[in-house]
């Protein structure tokens, strides 16, 4: 099983800072990364994807993908108290079915 | 567009009991998974379904577990017996196909406890 690593925190972060989470992945031949936001006792719910190399930004959130480091960031903007959740990082791995492949997530905590 | 549903959101057993779930895709979506997520870890694959065939068990237990996809729509997935290990929220999630780049929709989960 290839695997991706996140630290699972808690990350703890004031309200309106930026939130940085960060997350490896073994799997070279990996082609699609997601962010997945889930609130406690709720299911994953998908926040960000990216494809290629470099920064996407959708709103307060901004992915960045580094295939050669195998690194995949997530950053949040003006962090907001509805953010504090557990983010996980989806990896579709280089064989078939392109079912996901989580790392265990990082708890965010974002302080008023 | 109604989401994955899925049934029921708990079910407590003892172990060596058998229990079964059952996932409705939204409409349309021709590839589903079961994904096992036992608490303080991320979503793990047990099996995914390309219309009512299988695409990836390889994680499934098959000693215990079991699932199956008739007509290429709702799914069942089984487990018998249950172990105490087997705690954990069963998460059903389907896409509209199993390409790379496809976004893939979770149910709300059933939450299993074996006692």
């Known amino acids: 099983q290839k695997e991706v690593e996140q630290n699972s925190g808690p990350l703890s972060v004031p309200e309106g800072a930026i939130a940085s989470l960060n997350c490896t992945y073994s799997d070279r031949g990996s082609q699609s990364f997601f962010w997945y936001r889930q609130y406690s006792g709720k299911s994953p719910e998908l926040i960000m994807s990216i494809y290629s190399n470099g920064d996407k930004e959708d709103g307060r959130f901004t992915a960045q993908l580094n295939k050669a480091s195998q690194y995949v960031s997530l950053l949040i903007r003006d962090s907001q108290p509805s953010d504090s959740a557990t983010y996980l990082c989806a990896v579709t791995p280089s064989n078939s079915g392109y079912a996901l492949n989580f790392g265990k997530g990082t708890s965010l905590l974002v302080t008023p | 567009e109604a989401g994955v549903a899925q049934s029921p959101r708990y079910k407590i057993i003892e172990k060596r009991q058998s229990v079964a779930f059952w996932c409705n895709p939204i409409?349309?979506?021709?590839?589903l998974y079961w994904y096992q997520q036992i608490l303080g870890q991320g979503p793990k694959l047990l099996i995914q379904f390309q219309n009512n065939g299988v695409v990836d068990d390889s994680q499934l237990p098959k000693d215990r577990f079991s699932a199956e996809r008739l007509k290429g729509v709702d799914s069942t997935l089984k487990i018998q017996p249950a172990k105490l290990e087997d705690s954990a929220v069963y998460l059903c999630?389907?896409?509209?196909?199993?390409?790379?780049?496809?976004?893939?929709?979770f149910g709300p989960g059933t939450r299993l406890t074996v006692l």
């Open positions: 409409s349309g979506h021709a590839t």
């Open positions: 999630a389907s896409s509209p196909s199993g390409l790379v780049w496809v976004e893939q929709f």
